[in-house]
């Protein structure tokens, strides 16, 4: 481990180099696995934050507080302390340009981080080929319980001023600014009708957070007439709260 | 990101929606199955036993356990594969799937 950064209050990002790392995709994640003294051991997954080709392995991880891996990664391990990972992992919730466009991403709370893979990957990926920007348009839908929690925040507002493609929505559940204009509940029919792009447009949707709302989210897209096969999910937490 | 893998639960199931939460997809799955399979079987496509209906594995529904994972058909919600660890083996019973097909293109 080489590094962490406060994301929000919650969450930590952690900087790894590894050896012999094979490259990875957008929304691939890893397996952490701890060792006890005693020999037990425990694993958990997390998503890679960091696009492909970046000389670091980023996690972001929230903190959970009865968890116990998360607390670890967040507040126990220092720089130059190791870690058994397993991974890259996973092929069937990842985006490279290959899959192409527009994309359609819908994240809740740390459901964010494999969509923020795909969001730098694509930033990666435009700047050395702008033309395909057109055929890469992307909108982000992020629902977070209140400002302060919304991870990536600065760096996807940056993204999204720089890039006329890109679009982020955020809605917030819980409490919001002052002056807020933006959504204010839980995604729902009329927030996905009004932010998804058309089925007619044929859009890879991915849909990454809490379980009930990626199956909320998924079974509504499904049933505004996208494609079962166009829309993948990756449920995670076992409760209602992110992470 | 955190998801409950395999091996250990941070939160006992009490209830049909607490047991509900818990579901996961196929792709959660992949780090234990790449123990088994030298390819990543979730871009893979199963049938399952129970409705004939073919899927990616990646998604299909996968129950988190103690000491192991149950992947379910979201049709059926029959159980298609079974892996389980324990101190000396990890083992896998694939009787719900008819076949397994893996190419070499996601």
């Known amino acids: 481990m080489v590094e962490v950064l406060p994301e929000t209050p919650r969450t930590r990002t952690v900087f790894f180099d590894v050896p012999g790392w094979p490259g990875h995709r957008a929304g691939q994640h890893v397996d952490v696995r701890l060792t006890s003294e005693d020999g037990y051991q425990t694993e958990r997954s997390y998503s890679i934050a960091s696009a492909p080709g970046e000389s670091r392995l980023a996690l972001t991880v929230e903190r959970l507080d009865d968890g116990e891996v998360s607390p670890y990664l967040t507040d126990e391990l220092h720089a130059g302390d190791q870690i058994e990972l397993r991974g890259p992992i996973g092929g069937y919730f990842v985006w490279d340009v290959e899959t192409g466009g527009p994309l359609f991403l819908v994240g809740g709370g740390s459901g964010i981080v494999p969509l923020m893979a795909m969001i730098r990957h694509r930033a990666a990926l435009l700047a050395t080929a702008p033309n395909s920007a057109t055929t890469l348009k992307t909108r982000l839908l992020y629902s977070s319980r209140n400002w302060d929690e919304v991870i990536y925040r600065d760096e996807l507002s940056r993204l999204a001023e720089a890039d006329p493609t890109l679009e982020v929505v955020h809605t917030l559940t819980r409490t919001a600014p002052d002056g807020w204009t933006g959504f204010r509940r839980r995604i729902d029919r009329a927030m996905l009708t009004e932010t998804a792009w058309a089925v007619s447009e044929n859009p890879r949707v991915f849909v990454c957070g809490p379980t009930p709302l990626v199956e909320s989210v998924s079974g509504t897209l499904v049933e505004l007439g996208h494609s079962p096969a166009l829309v993948k999910t990756e449920r995670f937490g076992p409760t209602g709260t992110p992470g | ?106």
Request: hydrophobic share 45%; net charge positive; charged share 15%.
């Open chain 2, 1 to 106: 990101m955190n998801k409950v893998s395999n091996q250990s639960m941070e939160h006992p199931a009490v209830s049909d929606r607490a047991i509900d939460s818990l579901r996961l997809d196929g792709n959660a799955a992949a780090g234990l199955l790449s123990e088994i399979f030298a390819s990543d079987l979730t871009v893979g496509r199963a049938k399952c036993a129970g409705c004939g209906a073919t899927r990616a594995i990646g998604a299909l529904h996968v129950y988190s356990h103690g000491m192991g994972m149950v992947v379910r058909c979201p049709g059926c919600d029959g159980v298609v594969l079974r892996v389980a660890r324990t101190a000396t083996h990890l083992w896998l019973d694939a009787r719900g799937a008819v076949s397994i097909v893996i190419s070499g293109q996601s």
